[in-house]
């Protein structure tokens, strides 16, 4: 899709899928979306998990379901995990702010960024705030060090219908000076 703002019209959070995997090479084609983000002194604070094989696949969103909250994302056929690494920032602005100040904005690029190629592909995303860090960590063997951001299911959605985008009106955010 050439046009920008129809892509960003178009993504929306899929919670139903298809039984259908998703080709490794669109999985790639993703990440390497998220990998081109920018980031605060191009320091790329981040990792990611690929989640493919099916067995894994359902316990990741065994792990996304918290007090009800997510169960629609089991029929996702692919996860990916967004660790947020440590920030190295050049060192005048390492003097003034912490590290990891501008990590989580860097993460957020990365991750809407997978998501458009996603939706490019004709996948459908959802990302989820809402999992079980100790479990998913266990699960994926990740070291403490590393924080889980998020997570972000993937699949083919089972219906191509865009919903209505619920927003806040655009004079309501908007001041132009
Ligand atoms: C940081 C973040 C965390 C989110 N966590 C969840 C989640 O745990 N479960 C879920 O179903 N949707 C989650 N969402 C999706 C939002 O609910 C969704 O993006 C928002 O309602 C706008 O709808 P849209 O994505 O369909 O345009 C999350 C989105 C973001 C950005």
Redesign the pocket.
Known sequence: MEDFLELAKT???C?DYLDKPVEREKLERIIEAARLAPSACNSQPWSFVVVETPATVAEVADS?TILG??K??KSATAFIVVLEETAELIQKLAQLVDSQTHAQGDL?AA?LSLCLEAESLGLGT??????DRPRLRKLLDIPPEKKIF?VVAVGYPKSERV?E??RKPFAEIVRFV
């Open positions: 993504r929306q959070s919670r996304t909250i997510n629609y994302l957020g991750v959802c990302i989820a705030g809402v999992f998020m919903r985008k619920s």
